[in-house]
């Protein structure tokens, strides 16, 4: 299973663009990128998935390199809202391979704070 | 339309007691998982579901912990003789049948807060 590093926390000011990186270095072919959002005392909340490129919707934006080793969570004009801890995850669960593993792996995630 | 739905949201019970935690999935979903979660970590992964069977276990911590879903759709989550160690949040996620596209998403409930004493 692909392991994921990114930052443990991150500050922003509302308004602020704010973009989390993550490190997957030993990302799979089949695996694909995602990102969850988890308020307390709530599950985790999809928020965006992309294999390759960028991928944008009305939450967020992601970008991953070529080399798909990291990927960069961004998220526009954050508000209080956004307040919350963000995880990024890489894995395939859809089993075409075979061989692929069900256990999506969270990290510790980063907890963002925005300030008003 | 409804999420999914864990009961009870919060459990206190004593050490060496047995305790069930109950997940309605999302209708429909056919893939459905239970995770833990300790306070300032991450979810960690316990099992997995296919329908009724379990496709993967290997994330239970031991033989105390059990799960069933004998119909496809509810599930329950047993733990037997519990002990301090095991107080977390459970968390159930449900997601559409994997090959109905790749990588479904997790659609997670609220979660069991689970206290022992």
């Known amino acids: 299973l692909a392991k994921t590093t990114q930052p443990i926390s991150m500050d922003s000011y509302e308004g602020q663009e704010v973009n989390i990186t993550c490190s997957h270095n030993n990302i799979a072919t089949n695996d694909y990128i995602t990102w969850y959002q988890q308020f307390p005392s709530q599950g985790p909340r999809f928020i965006i998935q992309?294999?390759?490129t960028k991928v944008t919707n009305e939450v967020a934006s992601l970008f991953i390199p070529a080399d798909r080793k990291s990927s960069t969570l961004s998220l526009p004009r954050v508000s209080l809202s956004d307040t919350a801890v963000y995880y990024c995850?890489?894995?395939?669960?859809?089993?075409?391979?075979?061989?692929?593993?069900?256990?999506?792996?969270f990290g510790k995630g980063t907890k963002l704070s925005v300030i008003p | 339309g409804a999420g999914v739905s864990q009961t009870p949201s919060n459990k206190v019970t004593e050490k060496g007691k047995y305790v069930e935690l109950r997940c309605d999935p999302i209708s429909g979903h056919t893939a459905l998982y239970w995770y833990r979660q300790s306070l300032g970590q991450g979810p960690e992964f316990l099992i997995y579901f296919q329908g009724t069977g379990a496709a993967d276990d290997s994330g239970l911590p031991n033989d105390r912990f059990f799960a069933v879903r004998p119909e496809g759709s509810v599930s329950t989550l047993k733990i037997q003789r519990t002990e301090r160690g095991d107080s977390a949040v459970y968390l159930c996620a449900s997601s559409p049948h994997p090959k109905s596209g790749p990588n479904s998403p997790l659609h997670f409930g609220n979660g069991t807060r689970l206290t022992v004493t």
């Open positions: 995850l890489v894995g395939d669960i859809s089993g075409y391979s075979g061989a692929g593993s069900y256990q999506l792996t």
């Open positions: 992309g294999y390759k």
